[in-house]
């Protein structure tokens, strides 16, 4: 992972040099620099429904990103930025993955004032390498959010998002149906909220609707065939094991802590429960549990 990773790194420069030759050289900007170490645990990560077929692993991801911080008028600001990020399982390490990242994200406030509402077009993409070549993709999520703060400590924000992921290799199990499991699209709606009792501390608090394709491992089935739009054979989770892109319904809950160690870091715990319904049944509960440490100067 480590040797994928750095492959990376001249990527990475010449990402961050186009995103920033973008914004106009009128604007004041300022460089940042950041690092990010997480571990995490997953009870669910093949999606099944039926328990005999869920598969849980823990995971430990640690990246690095640059970026730059442009304030083109008194009321707007932009940020762009490039990462590299490196992620390894426990136990199925054909999840193994490492990404090249680039994010932009444009605020503008609405007003004077900290209460004031703001709105924000934010723009993610990467391309990530997994050691299963199935997985290997593009993916690009672009949203448009609204916030405001009710209060010195209370905020709330929400909005909608768009998310596509391009499969980069295809290898179909059925005549006549794609084998490109990971190409999916979804839309999203969400809101969240957060509470700051102390200048250190943060607690949030969010939930999130999506409506999209999704991808679940099982054992062969028929009822699931019947209804995929798209089916290949799985190994990372053992022999005999399939893979189903079909269109589902997500709902998921996350409450989240943040803890400002000083002005540059802070470690975060964050807990997610997502519920998704699909065709054929196919109703699958899945947790996720996280610690993290992030790092900006």
Not at 21 to 26: D, K, T
Not at 74 to 91: I, K, M, N, P, Q
Not at 211 to 238: K, M, N, Q
């Amino acid at each position: 992972m480590v040797v994928r990773c750095c492959a990376f790194v001249g990527r990475m420069r010449l990402a961050a040099a186009a995103l920033a030759a973008a914004v106009p050289l009128c604007a004041h900007g300022e460089p940042f620099y950041g690092a990010d170490v997480r571990y995490a645990y997953d009870d669910n990560l093949t999606l099944a429904s039926a328990a005999a077929d869920r598969r849980g692993d823990s995971l430990l991801a640690a990246g690095g990103y640059v970026g730059q911080f442009f304030v083109p008028s008194r009321d707007a600001t932009l940020e762009v930025s490039a990462g590299v990020h490196a992620t390894g399982y426990a136990r199925f390490t054909s999840l193994d993955e490492a990404s090249l990242e680039a994010s932009g994200t444009w605020r503008r406030k609405l007003g004077l004032g900290y209460a004031a509402p703001w709105i924000a077009l934010r723009a993610d993409a990467s391309h990530d390498d997994y050691r299963d070549d199935i997985r290997d993709s593009d993916r690009v999520e672009i949203a448009l959010v609204a916030g405001t703060r009710l209060s010195e400590r209370f905020d709330v924000s929400g909005g909608l998002a768009h998310d596509r992921r391009v499969a980069r290799n295809a290898v179909p199990a059925v005549p006549g149906i794609s084998g490109a499991l990971y190409d999916v699209a979804g839309d999203s709606l969400f809101v969240r909220g957060g509470y700051a009792p102390t200048p250190k501390l943060l607690f949030e608090a969010s939930l999130r609707a999506r409506r999209g394709d999704v991808v679940a491992t099982t054992p062969e089935g028929l009822s699931i065939f019947l209804v995929s739009s798209a089916i290949a054979a799985d190994p990372a989770f053992g022999p005999d094991r399939y893979g189903y892109r079909l269109r589902g319904t997500t709902t998921s809950a996350t409450i989240a802590m943040s803890y400002a160690i000083d002005e540059r870091s802070a470690l975060n715990v964050e807990f997610t429960h997502a519920s998704t319904s699909a065709a054929a049944g196919l109703d699958y509960r899945e947790n996720v549990v996280s610690a993290s440490w992030v790092l900006r100067y």
